[in-house]
């Protein structure tokens, strides 16, 4: 008996422990659980003094609107009272409240230039150098993300080239909690490229296609924004034996679907749905410098692309809450059904430049090509962008990273099995960019005709 008293006590203790943190928990987000949208107050919040154009009776809570620290005081059963009927959040958070489009679509165009790009200037920089001294008519080029690489002649100088490269990239900016502003994330892309060229003595021109897709998940807003789609260009390239030069231009267009957590309930999802636009050009121009088995390619490089988000909605799904009695409208539904509003998400416009200036060192040891790479870009990538609080605190925001440039390094080797089938590897990571980590895995296969 007294061993079941000594196992009881403390077994009733931590229960009772564990109701009293369910119920800190589930009122963590608002002390009703109310969608930051719902029909009880939506966006009838007026002034700087957290009044409401209409208040119901027995669900508001008056906050300490002088200090602005959101401490709820009482409860008021009047009308018209000064006060809010929601958690901290919907009222002090900035990225929180914002589509995952408008913190992360900067970084996505810059990630879906360099793909792109990079495979082109790859496949070109390989065609330009391409001459009957070559073993088996065959050379190979690296740049920043991966290898590019293309099959022989197929029919009088046409070509059928192929590249494929995953990237795992973070921003890992400071984020504490949902109310302050960052743009923490993590996430990753793929890209596979094809393209069809054909070569007129030193000049080649050529089509190729990408198929895009990332998928990066947001702390701040607790959502996600993932977009795939394909883009279309088309390339020219010259030899003028000192220099190779080489340009593009493509477009296409990018599905786009977007979540976020309803920080008034924090249980349910908010979801978007639209498509981007995307343009894209590039320049560039590199020389070659052989020395026995070892050759050098400085590089000199242009590249932007725009990524033009269309406007669409936010759809709020209804409260899985509700407060007070039924006439205090919390559980009244609108046009659509539902006790919530939905969010109009604005047209959203986001692009990356970037010049790159870099050089790739690679030695013949017969099967074997290993080569390293480095580079510095400078880039001009748009920044996220946040909603306004609807009142300030006396918190200090954490600013949107500003990222102006890194350093690109990376390693890999190619190996040419037989003279029909060649293959690479390679690793890329990028470094000094602001909040920012990337790593870069290329796989390349190619098959001769």
């Given amino acids: 008996m007294n061993l079941l008293k000594k196992i009881s006590f403390p077994a009733l203790g931590l229960l009772l422990l564990g109701v009293m943190g369910l119920g800190k928990t589930s009122h963590a987000i608002s002390y009703y659980g109310l969608s930051c949208t719902n029909l009880a107050y939506g966006t009838q919040i007026t002034g700087a003094g957290l009044q409401y154009t209409t208040a119901y009776a027995g669900i508001q809570i008056d906050f300490d609107v002088a200090t602005k620290i959101g401490q709820r005081t009482s409860d008021s059963n009047s009308t018209g009272a000064g006060g809010t009927y929601t958690g901290q959040d919907c009222l002090y958070s900035g990225a929180g409240l914002t589509n995952s489009s408008a913190i992360v679509s900067g970084d996505v165009a810059r990630s879906a230039a360099n793909a792109i790009v990079n495979a082109v200037n790859g496949r070109l920089m390989m065609a330009l150098q391409h001459n009957a001294d070559t073993a088996a008519h ?22 059928i080239w192929s590249n494929y490269t995953d990237s795992d990239f973070d921003n890992d900016q400071t984020f504490t909690r ?70 593009g231009v493509g477009t296409g267009e990018y599905d786009v679907d977007t979540t ?14 639209t498509q981007a636009d995307v343009d894209y050009y590039h320049l560039s121009a590199a020389a070659m410098l052989q020395r026995g088995k070892f050759t050098f390619i400085p590089r000199l490089a242009y590249r932007s692309l725009d990524l033009d988000t269309d406007a ?76 306004s609080e ?35 590897l390679s690793y890329y990571e990028t470094y000094d960019r602001d909040d920012y980590n990337e790593s870069t895995l290329s796989a390349t296969i190619k098959l001769n005709f």
């Fill in 138 to 159: 065959m050379t190979y080029t690296s740049n920043s993300n991966g290898i590019g690489m293309a099959a022989n002649r197929v029919i009088g100088g046409l070509s």
């Fill in 260 to 273: 976020r957590l309803d920080l008034g309930t924090g249980n349910t999802t908010i979801t978007g749905s």
């Fill in 390 to 424: 609807v009142i300030t605190d006396a918190i200090d925001e954490t600013a949107a990273t500003d990222a102006d440039g890194y350093t690109s390094a990376g390693f890999g080797v190619n190996l040419q099995v037989r003279n029909r089938l060649t293959g690479s």
């Fill in 312 to 387: 669409f909605t936010d759809t709020v799904p209804s409260d899985s809450n509700f407060a007070g009695p039924d006439n205090n409208n919390t559980t009244g539904t609108n046009s659509a059904g539902k006790n919530t509003a939905d969010v109009s998400v604005a047209a959203f416009s986001a692009s990356s430049t970037m010049t790159e200036v870099g050089v790739n060192a690679s030695v013949g040891l017969g099967l074997l090509m290993p080569f390293v790479d480095v580079a510095y870009v400078s880039e001009d990538t748009t920044s996220a962008t946040y909603q």
């Fill in 178 to 247: 949902k109310s302050t502003d960052s743009n923490n994330y993590d996430g990753d892309s793929s890209a596979l490229s094809v393209g069809l060229d054909k070569k007129f003595g030193n000049i080649v021109v050529g089509l190729s296609t990408t198929s895009f897709d990332t998928d990066i998940n947001v702390d701040a807003n607790g959502g996600t924004y993932k977009a795939d789609g394909e883009t279309y260009g088309i390339y020219a390239g010259i030899n003028t034996g000192v220099l190779m030069l080489m340009a």
